[in-house]
């Protein structure tokens, strides 16, 4: 059942999705692998963390938010969420952008992983020029 | 390809209805892919709206909050739902290009069982509750005429 808080355990076979999917990982911790792509504009690494209910995918930071978010940039980020499918744009504690996909664990299939990355990759590469831009003008706003 | 759209639709739409009896909240089905239930929380009474496609259910409340026009107002709104959406799982805060917010749950129609249909609403009605007060707070930042408690 959905819970706020969320007890690793394991229950999806990842590695062997990896190795379908033909992608390199590495395992960096219980449960969660690190992959990555090379992108039109840049490169991204992707980890994937598989918790109690969830299986997650986040790219964070795809944005660093060295200096704070300007109106320009946060703007940007939220309508991001309005027109994007399947995928989440945040602030973390530190204030840098994170972009995740969360599927339920209970009925994972390969077909919703490779959807998962697809559309983290997809989105992240799509986005990411127009996030940069809108972080030079919040940059130029304030000089 | 449509005949087998229509079928999955029409499959999924009388599982809705099983599944709204099994939560035990009454709703009002629109047409075969749009829904609408609803409750009341602490913080007021909530319309979700839920809408399936072919390969996607969606799980929404749109207005999550009044339309935001103030433009530095929409900034801290925008700042609070991008923070927001780091501290929930499952669901996303959104904002169109007009200031409204959205709160909505997206899952895939493959694998969709009462489970994931429970745990989505479950979701979206504990997150309308616990985070309409920041966005309210936010909306009302340079609201010179707002009262302050």
Redesign the interface.
Known sequence: MWSPDQEVTPTVDIPLFFERYGWKFETVGPHTYRTGFRGNHDAFPVLVRVTQHWVVFTINPLLRGDNGMGATTLLTLAQSNHVSNFVKFGLDPEGDVFLTVELPVDGFTYVQFSDALRAISHTADQFSVSLLQAQAIDRAQSN | MAANSDVIHDTLSTQLGRYFDEYGWQFEKNNDTLFRTGFVGDTGQYDIWIRTTEH?IYFMIHPFIDPVTH??A??E???T??????T???A??????AGEV?LSV???I????Y??F???L??IS?YADDHKQAFEDAAAIFDLNREVA
């Open positions: 996607w433009p530095a929409r900034v709104v925008a700042r739902l991008l923070h927001a959406n780091f929930i799982n499952m996303k805060f959104a904002m169109d290009e959205s997206e899952l895939p493959d694998g969709f069982s489970s994931h429970a745990d989505a479950t979701a504990h």
